[in-house]
């Protein structure tokens, strides 16, 4: 599988009081950013990981993640 943010990527990102269905978000998980797909299901929060390899998050009182920024653009070496 072909990552979208490849490790060592540069990632440009902007602060946004909201997020949208879709977005590609910077999150922090146990003090230790990662980025997460948003998904918006009525009144929760999942976080899709780019990686199969990773599993998703649903947000809520008992895993209040912080959603950082979003990114905005990405930029790697495909050598």
């Not at 950013?33 to 599993?55: H, M």
Request: proline letters at 5%; zero cysteines; hydrophobic letters at 40%.
């Amino acid at each position: 599988m072909k990552l979208l943010v490849p490790f060592g990527s540069l990632i440009t990102l902007v602060r946004k009081p909201t997020f949208e269905n879709a977005d590609l978000t910077a999150v922090l998980i146990d003090d230790e950013a990662t980025n997460k797909r948003v998904k918006l299901v009525g009144n929760k929060v999942i976080l899709f990981p780019e990686n199969n390899d990773y599993d998703s998050i649903v947000l809520n009182k008992n895993n209040p993640e912080k959603i950082l920024r979003k990114v905005v653009h990405v930029e790697y070496n495909i050598q």
